[in-house]
């Protein structure tokens, strides 16, 4: 696709934007009678007033991605952070390093005395690194613990596994949790996006540099969305360094039935690999704003607190430079369907133990959870196939309590099979 048809596109989608920001900057924030309050603020007085038994929660889980009818987009007022708050947050936008800081200070409250958390930026040559954040017991050995691995979903990071951080590691003191910035995410480096045959090289061989610098023999790995693509590709590439893979919420195993029907407009700037999140690298000082119809929704179960912080974070990692999210667009189509599914091409030749966990409203299909689960047995490996009530595709923050009771039972399983690394065998 020519760069001229590009730019047409872009400024079209642009004009949109410009149309959406004047019609809705007079009256964005929630409450209504509080249109200059900040995300915080306004979950605050939200959470003061009370409920009537009609009233609905802002909180919504999410469905496939095939976007919202121009007409929808340009009448709604989907976004409720306040112009004022959002131009304030432009001037840090690129501060990703003091928001996720800030996001992670959360823990010194939240862990238990017996734990202690890391930043770790680890070299996986080039000049590239990867980010991490740690999680161990302070008195166990590095080398005498087993490692838990948690890779984030498209466009997402680290931070995003926040509710989880507490709730896995205080029940667990023979477990290190490692969740990193896939390369090109986060804080992550963000290199140069040239074509999509960098996959396996991008996500699959800098995941194992890392565990070759961090001094892990084998860990339990776990991916969510399209994570678990790459975490496929990896567990199939160096089968020795995986014990057990634990797919959450997987994309592009199968084909959903029916496909789902995007509006027209998505699909030319899809398969111009113009990404979502330049919608709000270029909204200026609207981004915030933007950004803030879908943090109000996605953390609206949490505390005022948490949802500011991650709302500043998710502002922040949308908006830093584009560069591993352009893989999408040659892996999925609208409406995350996968143009070559990966069951049976890649998934029935895994050589470890899986564990398949949906959310019992989950929009990607749980046929290919199952079809694996029965595939992988025939073939002798333990497989499981799990539902977490309550929840859809983001399962683990939808219903993070039970998510996370769920993970300590599989890791408690795990170390009954596996056992424990001695001293000196990590």
Not at 76 to 94: A, V
């Amino acid at each position: 696709m020519s760069s001229n048809h590009n730019l047409r596109l872009m400024t079209m989608i642009t004009e949109r934007l410009s149309t959406l920001f004047q019609s809705i900057s007079s009256n964005t924030a929630i409450p209504p009678s509080a249109a200059t309050t900040s995300l915080k603020q306004a979950a605050q007085a939200t959470t003061k007033q009370p409920k009537s038994t009609t009233e609905k929660s802002q909180y919504k889980r999410s469905s496939a991605p095939t976007a919202l009818p121009l007409a929808k987009i340009l009448t709604t007022k989907l976004f409720p952070l306040s112009t004022t708050q959002s131009f304030k947050d432009f001037q840090s936008r690129h501060d990703l390093e003091t928001s996720q800081t800030n996001l992670l200070s959360l823990l010194k409250d939240t862990l238990p005395s017996s734990k202690e958390y890391q930043v770790i930026k680890t070299e996986i040559g080039e000049g590239r690194i990867l980010n991490e954040v740690m999680i161990k017991p302070k008195d166990v050995p590095y080398d005498q613990l087993n490692h838990f691995v948690m890779i984030h979903g498209y466009g997402a990071g680290l931070g995003f596994y926040l509710k989880n951080f507490e709730g896995i590691t205080s029940a667990n003191d023979n477990w290190c949790l490692h969740s990193l910035d896939s390369l090109g995410y986060g804080l992550s480096s963000r290199p140069d996006f040239v074509n999509a045959d960098e996959f396996d090289e991008w996500f699959v061989d800098s995941l194992e540099t890392w565990r070759q610098e961090r001094g892990i023999k084998d860990m339990y790995l776990c991916c969510h969305s399209m994570g678990a693509i790459g975490g496929t590709q990896y567990a199939l590439k160096y089968s020795d360094s995986v014990k057990k893979l634990m797919f959450v919420s997987p994309a592009a195993i199968v084909k959903p039935t029916p496909e789902p029907v995007s509006p027209w407009w998505l699909h030319p700037l899809w398969e111009a690999n113009i990404s979502p999140f330049a919608l709000i690298r270029n909204a200026g000082p609207w981004g915030s704003m933007v950004t803030s119809g879908w943090t109000n929704r996605r953390f609206a179960k949490l505390s005022s607190r948490e949802q500011e912080l991650l709302h500043c974070y998710a502002y922040r990692v949308f908006n830093a430079k584009g560069s591993g999210e352009y893989f999408m667009s040659s892996i999925l189509s609208p409406g995350a369907v996968p143009k070559n599914p990966i069951l049976y091409s890649h998934v029935a030749n895994l050589k470890c133990d899986t564990v398949w966990v949906y959310g019992d409203e989950d929009w990607m299909p749980k046929e290919g959870g199952l079809t694996a689960v029965e595939i992988l047995r025939n073939k002798g490996f333990d497989a499981e196939y799990k539902e977490v009530s309550d929840s859809g595709h983001h399962l683990y923050l939808d219903n993070y309590k039970e998510f996370n009771q769920l993970v300590n039972l599989e890791l408690k399983e795990f170390d009954s099979k596996f056992g424990v690394p001695a001293a000196g065998k990590s």
